[in-house]
């Protein structure tokens, strides 16, 4: 059994993740791209976030983008000053600026589903680039080369991908539950990622995702789980994909979005049972592989614990060990350089822990469910 699991995480490893993170690097901003002049919208649901809008708004206005494109903002139910923001911003930016306010969400909604549509209805465009308010976009091409996954390696004119998953990283900052998050973005991203790569798309983050307004339109928007606080990325993404429509990866540094991660361990707890609370309505597919992947790499410190007590299995023990944790070392480097989130190598066998720990704690908290509340 042991032995079944490391072979398991070998095939994810080597089939999936390092491929991946060796794939040709992307075509840079300034060579010409596939629709370079499509019109973009880009939408941002926000709630008294007006500092980190403050930072946000301008640099996305600023976008580096030969083709038309606008900023519709949400504001959802803020209590703060975002609203007198909004108006000035719109006083500047008349025609690349909108601002959308929801004062209410209706009963049975879930309020960020129920206020994205609103902005959704509202954006001009039919190519539909999403962010979050506490989130930046790495550089002033991201809009830019966000928008060519819509045309696909090698397309012409028109859209060969209706969904374009990218990635979000997480700012860098001392401390060991630092390291953590930006251990579990990163084991995240080489599975939807890597996945998606190989053809087997399942979710996206709302931090950095595209699609247009008919994959919007063919999903019924959010009907399916409007209701549930949670999913608005990775549902949506579920439902389009049921629905034959086609992802695209953009994942090279400069199509990054960056954000400030959780500051304590509770807040992080909060974010990821809300992350993992929209699992249970994945396809079975999609369940079954991430759940081989989570198992094999669970049982495996379980067995380990098991079979410690038995010495005549040391020797076996450790060989398997080492050619285990020099893999994980060389595939996971690999997929952090690659996707701008390096770990120093050492830890990364000690964060592996953590992170299955955590994994297997939270979705065991789930069972004892809570309201979970935007905030």
């Known amino acids: 059994m042991l032995l079944a ?35 973009v919208s880009i939408v941002v649901c926000a709630r008294n976030e007006l500092e980190n809008l403050r930072r946000l708004l301008p640099l996305l206005l600023r976008q580096d983008y030969p083709g038309p ?12 000053d975002t609203q007198q923001y909004a108006q000035q911003l719109g006083q500047y930016y008349a025609e690349r600026f909108r601002l959308v306010t929801v004062k209410s969400t209706p009963d049975g909604f879930a309020p960020k589903k129920y206020a994205l549509t609103l902005g959704i209805k509202a954006a001009r465009h039919p190519r539909l680039l999403f962010t979050d308010a506490d989130c ?26 209706d969904l374009v998953l990218g990635f979000s990283a997480y700012a860098e900052a001392p401390g060991l539950l630092n390291r953590l998050i930006r251990y579990e973005t990163l084991l995240t991203a080489a599975q ?3 996945f998606a790569w190989r053809g087997r798309p399942y979710m996206g983050v709302g931090r950095n995702l595209a699609y247009t307004r008919a994959t919007f339109a063919a999903t019924k928007g959010f ?23 086609r992802a695209a990866v953009v994942a090279d540094a400069p199509a990054h979005t960056l954000s400030v991660p959780a500051a304590t361990w509770a807040a992080w707890w909060a974010q990821k049972r809300r992350h993992l609370s929209a699992g249970s309505r994945y396809r079975a597919a999609d369940r079954g592989r991430i759940g081989a ?51 120093p190598l050492v830890w990364l ?20 469910k809570r309201p979970l509340r935007w905030k």
């Open 69 to 80: 494109f606008e900023v519709v903002l949400i504001d959802d139910r803020s209590r703060d």
């Open 293 to 343: 992947f989570v198992l094999a790499n669970t049982l495996l410190y379980v067995l380990t614990v098991a079979l410690a007590f038995s010495p005549e299995l040391w020797v076996t023990l450790a060989v398997v060990w080492v050619l285990r944790t020099l893999a994980l070392i060389r595939v996971y480097g690999l997929l952090g350089r690659r996707l701008g989130q390096p770990l």
């Open 192 to 194: 939807y990622l890597s």
């Open 136 to 161: 930046i976009p790495a550089t002033n091409q991201w809009l830019r080369l966000m928008q060519r996954g819509f045309g696909g390696p090698g397309a012409g004119a028109g859209s060969a991908a």
């Open 5 to 39: 699991c490391v072979l398991t995480q070998f095939y994810y490893w080597f089939h999936y993740f390092g491929p991946f993170a060796r794939r040709p690097a992307e075509a840079p901003a300034d060579a010409p791209g596939p629709d370079d002049h499509a019109p």
């Open 349 to 368: 066998p000690l964060l592996d822990v953590l992170y299955f720990a955590q994994y297997v704690t939270i979705s065991l908290s789930l069972l004892f």
């Open 223 to 245: 009907a399916s789980h409007i209701r549930r606080l949670s999913g608005d990325d990775d549902l949506l993404v579920q439902d389009a994909v049921a629905q034959g429509r």
